[in-house]
């Protein structure tokens, strides 16, 4: 079973989904506006619900870019980000980071790839973090 909305419906919820988390993961960041993680959840949460059991939205989720970037690398952005920051909110938002990018990982072998070369690219060597290691 997969997503059956047409290629150019994705690809518009893809777009929007990604715009509006660039924005909400900026505020966060920023330290602008803390209410903003909930939001920064719903969006990883639509992302994980879409992309976890079609390839066909695995594939477009990871050629639609977020801020500039393509989303693997971006979420591999966020993902280091709040870890770092030590919070309760940060650590809830790097757990639906970790699920969004394992899901993107299934049966999907330059996915896979990307996130491994994103999470080196942001994260220490020696992290050992659980969720690093579970994706």
Partial sequence: PGTALPEPSLRALLTACCAVLAGACAELEAGTNA???????CCLCL???VTERDARVRRL???TECR??????FLA?????????GTT????????????LGCLTVRHGENRD??????????????GCPMVRLV
């Fill in 35 to 41: 209410d903003v993680v909930d939001l920064v959840n």
């Fill in 47 to 49: 992302l994980i619900n």
């Fill in 61 to 63: 989720a990871a050629a």
């Fill in 68 to 73: 500039g970037a393509p989303l693997i690398p």
């Fill in 77 to 85: 952005r966020v993902f280091g980000a709040q870890l770092e920051g």
């Fill in 89 to 100: 909110s940060g650590n809830i938002v790097a757990a639906y980071t970790a699920l969004l």
């Fill in 114 to 127: 990307a996130v491994r070369e994103a999470l080196r690219a942001r994260l220490p060597p020696d992290a």
